[in-house]
């Protein structure tokens, strides 16, 4: 059974940092796209990171480039993601998510079957 759980989320100030973790279990990391959407009230999900392509690099949305990281440690199976220069706009509940295959190029939260549960993250100013 495939399971995803996120910790790390929380209260942070503007400017300020948080690091998101992802533990992962029940499938193969080598063989799936994972990586982290985020949802605010009555918005759609918005995917936000990705470890999708196998062969390239790291997607980030235009809205947390250059301010938040992706990573994955095989060893530990768990994914990161380290967010800095936080904005209000940030706050939201951030999910990890998984799938099977490469997911280059793809955003749409339907695409990916696996979710965790979400984690809430809130910055003030």
């Known amino acids: 059974e495939v399971q995803l759980v996120e910790s790390g989320g929380g209260l942070a100030q503007t400017g300020g940092s948080l690091r998101l973790s992802c533990a992962a279990s029940g499938f193969n990391f080598d063989d799936y796209a994972i990586g982290w959407f985020r949802q605010v009230p009555g918005k759609e999900r918005e995917e936000i990171s990705c470890?999708?392509?196998?062969?390239?690099?790291?997607y980030y949305a235009d809205s947390v480039k250059g301010r938040f990281t992706i990573s994955k440690d095989n060893a530990k199976n768990t994914v990161s993601l380290q967010m800095n220069s936080l904005k209000s706009e940030d706050t939201a509940v951030y999910y990890c998510?998984?799938?099977?295959?490469?997911?280059?190029?793809?955003?749409?939260?339907?695409?990916?079957?696996?979710w965790g549960q979400g984690t809430q993250v809130t910055v003030s100013s």
């Open positions: 470890l999708c392509s196998f062969d390239g690099g790291p």
């Open positions: 998510v998984a799938d099977l295959g490469s997911h280059f190029g793809v955003t749409v939260a339907a695409a990916f079957h696996f």
